[in-house]
């Protein structure tokens, strides 16, 4: 985590990757998911709280090769005083050997930020493709996450789901650094143990 708390705690380290605006992620709960957005298995929101509203979500791209190597909820502007990592109810961090995370794994090169009651939303829509293409539906990602991410104008390394257009309810999508693996969150929080930001490390950026 020594490079992820050098570069976001102080937004003057980051000149060295290009910031991207995906959306402004509505979580209404308050509950933050992050997980493979087409390729999931029963994920858990983080147990660090925040406030519900609408936050912006940001990709941190390398310049050489234009890879996402960071995803960001900014929750507030301001300095990282602290960070953890972001942990669900059922991890207890006390329990991993150094050099272990918990994390989320990525089998379709993707990963997400979501609200905890927008995955009910994801479900439901994709069962709603599977009654209305019946046996032409190959899989969510085939029939709605690759036509916003290759749009006919060409391709793009984030997109926006929003499942439901009368609902607010959204998806921000962003692809995983240099494709499948393991990836951990991390929570900052300020010197006065307010919340200011959840990132997701794909690629260590100081690496490279």
């Not at 957005?37 to 029963?42: E, F, G, K, M, N």
Request: glycine letters at 6%; charged letters at 15%.
């Amino acid at each position: 985590m020594t490079s992820l708390t050098r570069l976001f705690s102080d937004s003057t380290h980051l000149t060295k990757l290009q910031p991207l605006l995906v959306t402004e992620l509505f979580l209404p709960t308050g509950k933050l998911l992050a997980c493979d957005p087409v390729a999931y298995s029963d994920p858990q929101p983080f147990r660090q709280p925040f406030l519900p509203g609408c936050y912006p979500v940001y990709i941190h791209l390398l310049p050489a090769d234009q890879c996402i190597a960071y995803a960001e909820l900014r929750l507030r502007e301001g300095t990282v005083s602290r960070w953890e990592l972001a942990v669900t109810a059922r991890q207890d961090p006390a329990s991993l050997a150094p050099g272990e995370i918990f994390g989320y794994p990525v089998s379709a090169g993707l990963g997400c930020f979501m609200d905890h009651s927008t995955l009910a939303l994801v479900n439901r829509h994709d069962a709603d493709l599977q009654a209305e293409l019946g046996d032409a539906y190959v899989s969510y990602y085939d029939d709605y996450v690759d036509d916003l991410l290759y749009p006919a104008a060409g391709s793009q390394p984030y997109c926006t789901l929003q499942p439901y257009p009368s609902q607010e309810n959204n998806v921000a999508v962003f692809q995983s650094g240099y494709g499948d693996g393991f990836y951990a969150t991390y929570f900052g929080l300020n010197a006065h143990d307010q919340p200011v930001k959840f990132v997701t490390e794909f690629i260590d950026a100081n690496a490279n």
